[in-house]
């Protein structure tokens, strides 16, 4: 089993639980007070984020003034644990306007319930896509008063869309005109010693993509690099997270 | 979902106490329970909220359990939500209550909203109320044939709850049956997966007792199926693939055809966003590679897939939050480890960047050590020297640990130890601390160096080293090279005055050793040093040290040439130092690749199951958190106890032929140690020394004057404790042993050293139990696997009625027992240790 997680615990920097949810009864809820003794009170910065204690394994993550912790009984998938972690981040910012912070889940109880809820089923991971779950969360993030929406009215065929594997896109979508625009935003750093060595360079690179495809075309896009990195390069942007 | 305990939590000061708060919801829920008038739906959602948040901050509002599910009699699906919410909180510590929920639950299960009919089921499922099953399985079966994809999904892992309550209502039910042909026919694929994910799981934990389950278990792994499966991965999302890409891992492909098949459907994979997926297929890969039964075949793919998932892993450590590239890169480590020679020219990648956590940055250093070869040493130990100069003192001292494990791997070490040598001249403690232990190392592999390292060895004042390990490599280097460092007996002899300040028994024993070392060869310039030395050795309260310095004196009374042979010996180059882990965990490690036993680097039976665990770990944890003003329930410990102590308490021959055989296997014993040469050389001499001991008597008398020795100085016998006499046959049944070892406080815990030969001897089964039952200490429980070991003993007093219960745990690899004793008569605890520790010691002596 990838991550059968037992239990989701956002504790603040204290260590005071914020929020939580049990998926499982594999483990004690005191469990999250070994956390506190000895993952936190050790102070040790850069800690690794896994770690055992008991029979069970933390696998947890800093961000802003919140830890998330996942606490897992069995031998679980890690990569898997943190991924599912970072995506739940980002579907939280979207509901809060940005923001990700202990004051933001003070505000937020119910919305963040209703959340774990539904992107973790018995500590599996369910559909973590905001796109998605915007349409039938009933709570509106009280970050964001601007987005008004019509809310405890699902859409229609919401939940046939719950489940679906292209979490991006609504499906039934047509335009006029089938247009794709594409921005290649790529920045070079360069850090060099005073004696004018480069001590490290590299550069990053963003495809940002405006997209009026009808329906649900596979899109492939070719970079062509005379450079030679070849296949590599041959990237295929939307169905590249199928 | 256990109510959030309340006590579990700190209540600040600035939190409501609670009290009034929720009387005062209680009679406002009351209110608006019967209202119908308009906009009453908004000021319930305001108050539910409340309920909400005082549930979560830890105020206890099951008090409003009624009011809450009077107020749900409505349609309005954001207040149903909240009452689920509420409702699956305290239902598990309000059986009674929970009935309440029950109607209401079913009524909307029958719901025509789809969204209203899966969250009313998923709040059934998760009331984990063990009397109240026989309500979920009319909803759940109609669940699962809900012609909404959505409440489909939720009855299918509703199932896999069920099953947890109460397995047998699930199998009867023949859920599982249902969920077989639900999962091959559905046309929605989380339906699919979450039915896999509940089969899998149903089926392992049914197969330990049903035949037919194993066979069911065997079925997901069929060709056909998995065919079915990987053809359709990309109809699934991210996690369920990773789900499939597991399942995938267990099958065992056919032929070469079948498996390139695969890994062309599967290529594209490893260009996926999600980490997890990507590490899922690269473990597919792997085994699909060892399944080859050509041998070149199989050589060319291990090679081409190396080649094939760098790139992507490289990638993904690049990307992505240091905890997700902490994961990926501790995969890359193993199979950096593995095939060091692959990612050789790819060594830019792991050097450390200044702002990645320390996790990361020791990682990626184990990596540059692995992958150092002729081309690329250079670069690397270029790297590495920038590194010792980082703030981050940990990575410090690794990065120079680094460079050491390098220079000990290469043979051409030249650079290298200018590069070390260069170290110590930076000055700064650690650094230096750090680089001697290395030099050490270093000139115990490649002796020809000494003559450069001890010219500028011998400029470091000892008085600027603290650290134990530190000094004990100078004063090892002194001892060793003292004909070559002028002023070596000067430097030990001052030393050796200051051996009261002395806190570390590490170094007061490396000083016996190096002042003996150094007596043989400059005797005249060490020779009072050495007095000193073996004197306060001989006083010393350690017992290793009092234990070698008495030695020591002996051997120089009976003869200084055996003596001289003994602990100087013509110097040896190591040429390999000990590698901790065994080949055969490595490679246990490596099929559970993409799991926790990477990261930890052990198997995952160390760590999951209880045994080697070791059982009162848990307990322990808990002691040490009790500073928290409330810990909220001992019974989970409780629970553990008895868990282990079941587990323990199976018969003890069954499980001791498992523990021979696991022994047998494993290199549990390797002693990198030179001390433990020393003492095994220590006991030849002992045994065939009194044969010539009459020609030298007169001699050695001289000796003792000459090193300025009173007699007084021979040790004093330490006084005996009163001895405790044990009970033959005594007997206890386990069941007596298990209440009385909950019962009973821990009066003793005591760590031994083991002998070598009892180590030796614990691979045969049984032979420590008839052992100690030959010192009148019974066995009543064994358990473990190389290198721990775990037995319980008890014992009775002689005369008297009172026991002693003793846990025993045995590290084969660190020769170390660990004893913690627990007895009716707490004050005689001690003498029966002394008992245990004496009887102990015999194990395995002819």
Redesign the interface.
Known sequence: ??V?ASAIYFLNL?G???????Y??DV???M???F???IMQTKE??????R????C?FVY?RISNVYIVIV???????????????EAVALFKSYFGGAFDEDAIKNN??LI??LL?EIM??G?????SPEILKL?I??EGVRSPFSSKP??K?VPN???Q????V?WRREGLSYKKNEVFLDIVESVNLLMSSKGNVL?CDVTGKVLMKCFLSGMPDLKLGLNDKLGLEK?SE??SR???? | ??P??AS???P?PSQPSGKSEVTDLKSQLRQLAGSRAPGVDDSKRDL??KV??YM?I?IDVSSVFGEMVMCSATS???LK??CY?YVGNYAKGNPDLSLLTINFLQRDCKDE???IR?LAL?SLCSL?VPNLVEYLLGPLGSGLKDN????R??AV?GV??LY?ISASTCIDAEFPATLKSLMLHDS????VA?CL?AL??IWSLEASHSEEACREKESLLSKPLIYYFLNRI??????AQ??IL?LAVKYVPSDSNDIFDIMNLLEDRL??????VV??TVKVFLQLTLSMTDVHQQVCAIVSVYERIK?PLLTLVSS?????S???L??LHLLVVRAPFIFASDYKHFYC?YNE???V?KLKLEMLTAIANESNTYEIVTELCEYAANV?I?IARESIRAVGKIALQQYDVNAIVDRLLQFLEMEKDYVTAETLVLVKDLLRKHPQWSHDCISVVGGISSKNIQEPKAKAALIWMLGEYAQDMSDAPYILENLIENWEEEHSAEVRLHLLTAAMKCFFKRAPETQKALGIALAAGIADFHQDVHDRALFYYRVLQYDVHVAESVVSPPQQAVSAFADTQSSEIKDRIFD?F???????QKP?YM??D?EH?GPF??SE??G??S??PE???DI?PAQ?FEANDKDLLLSTDEKDDNKGLSSNNCSAYTAPYESSNISSQMQELAISGPAASATTTQSSFDFDDLLGLGLSAAPAPTPSPPLLKLNPRASLDPRAFQQKWRQLPISLTQEYSVNPQGIAALTVPQSLIKHMQSHSIHCIASGGQSPNFKFFFFAQKEAEPSDYLTECIINSSSAKAQIKVKADDQSTSQAFATVFETALSKFGMP
């Open positions: 089993m990838p059968a204290r005071d639980v914020l929020i939580n949810r049990t499982r009864d004690g809820g005191n999250v007070d070994a506190r003794t000895h910065l850069g800690n690794c984020p896994v055992q204690i008991g029979g394994s993550m897992v009984s069995s031998n679980a998938n890690v990569a898997c644990g943190f991924k599912f972690v970072v109880f119910v319930y209703e809820d089923d018995f599996y991971p369910q559909n973590l039938y009933t709570q809310k405890d699902p919401a939940t046939l719950v489940t679906g594997a979490g490290r590599e990237m295929k169905p590249a997270k199928r | 979902m256990p959030p305990a579990s939590r700190y600040s539910f909220k909400i948040s979560t830890g309005d699906i954001v939500k909240m919410l909203d789809p969204m899966g998923r984990r909404n994809s959505y409440v999904t939720i892992t896999l709850k947890h929605d694929a989380q339906v979450n994910a899998q799981e990309k109809e699934f999302n991210e996690w990773c789900l597991e260009q996926h966003a999600n980490g997890a590490l899922a790139s992505g939050s240091p905890e997700q902490y994961a990926i501790s995969h960047q956590p320390s996790y940055k981050d940990e559970e993409n799991s926790l036993s990477v990261i930890y995952s760590f999951t209880k665990r770990e848990f944890e808990l040490s958190t500073i928290t810990v909220s329930s989970v553990q």
